[in-house]
């Protein structure tokens, strides 16, 4: 089983910077692909970048050019680190960890329990 633990989030000002944590704990699992999600009062959950293994990323188009996804493939751990913050940022941000289970041999996925993130106006 893995566990994600998040950190990082909070109230900031438009224009101003954050930076999320996730690390990944558990035993007798391999971490494949890392990722951000964020889900917004009223509206469903979406991606806001993943990276692999490899280093390759994906970023959802609004957050393009203002968020970077980065990843300490030997801590296990994943960062976000978001700026020229927007008040539509706000959200709960997610982290997600898809990876496979050397115990049941199974390709799983794991959630974090969620962080907010507040850009005020």
């Known amino acids: 089983q893995v566990q994600l633990v998040e950190s990082g989030g909070g109230l900031v000002q438009a224009g101003g910077s954050l930076r999320l944590s996730c690390a990944a704990s558990g035993s007798s699992f391999r971490i494949n692909a890392m990722g951000w999600y964020r889900q917004a009062p009223g509206k469903q959950r979406e991606l806001v970048a993943t990276?692999?293994?490899?280093?390759?990323?994906i970023y959802a188009d609004s957050v393009k050019g203002r968020f970077t996804i980065s990843r300490d493939n030997a801590k296990n751990t994943v960062y976000l680190q978001m700026d020229s913050l927007k008040p539509e940022d706000t959200a709960v941000y997610y982290c997600n960890a898809e990876f496979f289970d050397y115990v049941l041999e199974l390709k799983r996925g794991a959630w974090g329990q969620g962080t907010q993130v507040t850009v005020s106006s």
């Open positions: 990276i692999t293994n490899g280093g390759n990323t």
